[in-house]
């Protein structure tokens, strides 16, 4: 018990690392700020492409969304900051993890937002037509505003994969929350920071996570 | 850049002929995690739900715990925390085996909480009718709640399942052989993006099959809007 207490509590540990996790934190928070709104953006562009009349512009969104959901995003993230380099292309760990994000979050939410199009009735277009809107004014005004509330908890369920998935930028060795925690941990041969991480992602995400439950189980009943 | 010095770059002939071996043991290992998982987790997530289902409080409370934290934590941290935690305690685990071990809890509790979500949407009614037939707890469940709950937590099953299969790439991180781990030592021997290349091919083989009959499961599953 006491070496569990030793090992993964550690109190001064954690004392000691607190300002570099800190630090992580703002980089983690960062990493959010840039890649949920782009991955946002680029999620409704791809579900209004998957709409558009033009069937070579849905094929091929079609295909790389498939492409982007099959790779893992570990992956994608190598393949863009180990494998640009080889063309001359050197991005810095940021840019690499929101260039990777984008290519990933962009096909997750924009599924949903296909989906969340696609469930609002013909009825609506017809009437809005009816009233003289344009395809675009119908689009914006009309069909979106009933398709995000139709997709909403899948849209706050993807954001909170999103959070969690910030984590891997510390594989590149971008200093975000994750990354601290391991450098404290290597340097202290002790498990304590990470574990001071672990809270820290419990208290930003289970407030969502438990507002989910809820959302599924009165969906359920 | 050039097409030539493209190809020479990501898809030079012989350096695809040579990782391909080492690529193909790195799907072996991501496919027996990827199996391994998917089993023990299910497993595990299905009992909990059934074991939730009794309605015991206390045990309950701990379930929903267990579910809550690793449905919140980034499946990176509980991975770091095992690998380099356990050994501090006299515990060492193969990273194959803290890999295995992790996913399987991760998928567990989400598993868990879908199956859960299921088992409430059936109507209570069918309880007290299938019990008062004389039927016990677990034959309830078994042959009237979960055949009617599963309909609907087949979807986010698939889903959930497609993405932490994918998850067994975070292996790398702690050093299973697995497909991008291979690639990534065999870029570094040769200084060459080609065996990158031929790693990421290997994901879409094994992922697009995958994410395709994921895609198939929803539409066949899903619930029909008037």
């Known amino acids: 018990m006491d070496l569990i207490a030793q090992q993964f509590f550690n109190l001064d540990i954690m004392r000691q690392a607190w300002p570099l996790i800190l630090k992580g934190l703002t980089m983690t928070l960062l990493i959010c700020a840039a890649v949920i709104p782009l991955g946002l953006v680029g999620g409704l562009l791809v579900a209004l492409a998957s709409q558009a009349k033009s069937a070579v512009l849905r094929r091929s969104v079609s295909a790389a969304i498939t492409l982007f959901r099959a790779l893992p995003p570990l992956v994608l993230l190598i393949l863009i900051y180990a494998g640009l380099p080889f063309a001359g292309i050197r991005l810095s760990p940021f840019a690499a993890v929101c260039l990777a ?4 979050n962009a096909s997750f939410y924009g599924e949903i937002f296909r989906a969340g199009i696609e469930s609002v009735g013909r009825g609506q277009w017809e009437a809005a037509r009816s009233t003289g809107l ?53 340097v202290t041969y002790n498990s304590s920071p990470v574990v001071l991480a672990a809270g820290i992602y419990l208290l930003l995400l289970w407030p969502f996570v438990r507002l989910m439950s809820r959302l599924e189980h009165r969906v359920a009943q | 850049m050039d097409l030539a010095h493209f190809l020479d770059t990501f898809f030079r002939p012989d350096l695809i002929r040579s990782s391909l071996p080492l690529i193909g043991k790195g799907m072996l290992i991501t496919l027996e995690i990827a199996i391994a998982v998917v089993v023990t987790g299910f497993a595990l997530g299905f009992g909990l739900a059934i074991l939730r289902a009794r309605g015991i409080k206390a045990v309950n409370a701990l379930i929903i715990v267990f579910v809550d934290v690793l449905r919140a934590l980034p499946p990176l941290v509980p991975v770091l925390l095992v690998y380099f935690g356990l050994p501090g305690l006299g ?15 991760v998928l567990a509790a989400f598993v868990e909480e879908i199956v859960w979500a299921g088992i409430l949407s059936v109507r209570k009614g069918q309880w007290d009718a299938a019990r008062s037939t004389g039927l016990g707890f677990l034959p309830t469940l078994t042959h009237v709640i979960l055949p009617q709950a599963v309909r609907l937590t087949i979807p986010p099953l698939t889903n959930r399942t497609i993405a932490i299969t994918k998850n067994t790439a975070l292996g790398t991180v702690i050093g299973v052989g697995e497909i991008l781990n291979q690639a990534t030592t065999a870029v570094s021997f040769s200084g060459n993006a080609t065996p990158l290349m031929v790693g990421a091919v290997a994901y879409l083989v094994i992922f697009i099959p995958v994410v395709m009959l994921g895609g198939w499961i929803e539409r066949r599953f899903a619930w029909k809007r008037a």
Not at chain 1, 140 to 152: D, E, I, K, S, Y
Not at chain 1, 164 to 176: C, D, F, G, R, W
Not at chain 2, 91 to 105: G, P, T
Request: glycine fraction near 0%; avoid cysteine.
């Open chain 2, 91 to 105: 515990i060492s685990l193969s990273s194959f085996a803290v890999l295995w071990l992790v996913l399987s809890l």
């Open chain 1, 101 to 104: 994000f984008l290519l990933n």
């Open chain 1, 134 to 186: 344009r395809p675009t004014a119908i689009m914006t005004h009309v069909v979106l505003p009933q398709a995000v509330r139709n997709v909403l908890p899948d849209l706050v369920s993807n954001t909170i994969e999103v959070v969690k998935l910030t984590s891997l930028a510390s594989v590149v060795a971008l200093p975000e929350l994750l990354h601290s925690a391991e450098m404290a941990r290597s």
